[in-house]
Nanobody
Framework: QVQLVESGGGLVQPGGSLRLSCAASGSIFSIYAMAWYRQAPGKQRELVAAITSGGSTNYADSVKGRFTISRDNAKNTVHLQMNSLKPEDTAVYYC???????????????WGRGTAVTVSS
């Protein structure tokens, strides 16, 4: 079994910063891609940023230049540094891991439970 646990959400003023972290647990050998998604009230879940095990990254246009995704392959963790936050960044942020290889299985599209980010003055 593989679990993802997010941390680091909270309330921040516009222009502020937050750092989200996600840790994957289980008998994990490797994870191909890790990503952050978000879902605002009344909206569909959307990709925020993704990173492969080789370090290739992809960002939503709305966060380019403000957010940075990074990961530690040895620790099976992924982080999202969010700077210059805007009220429209308010959402529940979900960690995602794809192609998670364990001793017996390969898991696809594993999700965390989410961490709430509120940007408000």
């Amino acid at each position: 079994q593989v679990q993802l646990v997010e941390s680091g959400g909270g309330l921040v003023q516009p222009g502020g910063s937050l750092r989200l972290s996600c840790a994957a647990s289980g008998s994990i050998f490797s994870i191909y891609a890790m990503a952050w998604y978000r879902q605002a009230p009344g909206k569909q879940r959307e990709l925020v940023a993704a990173i492969t095990s080789g370090g290739s990254t992809n960002y939503a246009d709305s966060v380019k230049g403000r957010f940075t995704i990074s990961r530690d392959n040895a620790k099976n963790t992924v982080h999202l540094q969010m700077n210059s936050l805007k009220p429209e960044d308010t959402a529940v942020y979900y960690c995602n891991a794809d192609q998670v290889q364990t001793l017996l299985h390969r898991f696809f599209e594993v999700w965390g439970r989410g961490t709430a980010v509120t940007v408000s003055s």
